[in-house]
């Protein structure tokens, strides 16, 4: 009912009739338009009045780029600093792999390093089950005890 009630409303906003219980506004008249430029013609006026003001002020550019630049900073600050400092921590740890490291993969599964050779990293899973795990899937050490799952 709300919906209706406001699309009348601006239709008649559109169609130029005043909202609902308003008044309508009295008629204005024009003036023909010969009658306008004879008013003109006998009546000069200063050369300022003629031309609307125009405020341009002198600040609004460098306030929009000093908005912009901390815009930058803060956003620099906040996302990608952080993201660079955990991909050279996650770098430095899978450079360092080394046999013998128990690690948690991206998809859950828990296994002891036995292989590193190049991007490839040979995993026990289980007794004499290994599967070969490409070395960006490794998503850090695994610690058993109380915080199981955990990754440092």
Known sequence: MNTILTLLVLAQAAAGAPPPGQPKA?????APAAAQATA???????????????????????STLIFFGV?????????????????????AFLSALKP??????????IGRVI???????TL????????????????GNYIEGGDTGKKT
């Open 100 to 109: 013998g490291d128990k690690v948690l993969t991206s998809g859950g599964v």
């Open 40 to 62: 003109q013609a006998q009546a000069p006026t200063p050369a300022a009045a003629q031309a609307p003001a125009q405020h341009r002020p002198e600040g609004g550019m460098w």
């Open 115 to 121: 292989n590193v050779s190049g991007d490839v990293v």
């Open 124 to 139: 026990e899973v289980a007794k004499d089950v290994r599967m070969r795990v490409v070395k960006g899937h490794i998503a």
């Open 71 to 91: 815009m930058i900073l803060v956003f620099w600050l906040l996302i990608i600093r952080p993201q660079q400092k955990q991909k050279k921590k996650q770098e």
């Open 26 to 30: 009295p008629a204005v008249q024009a």
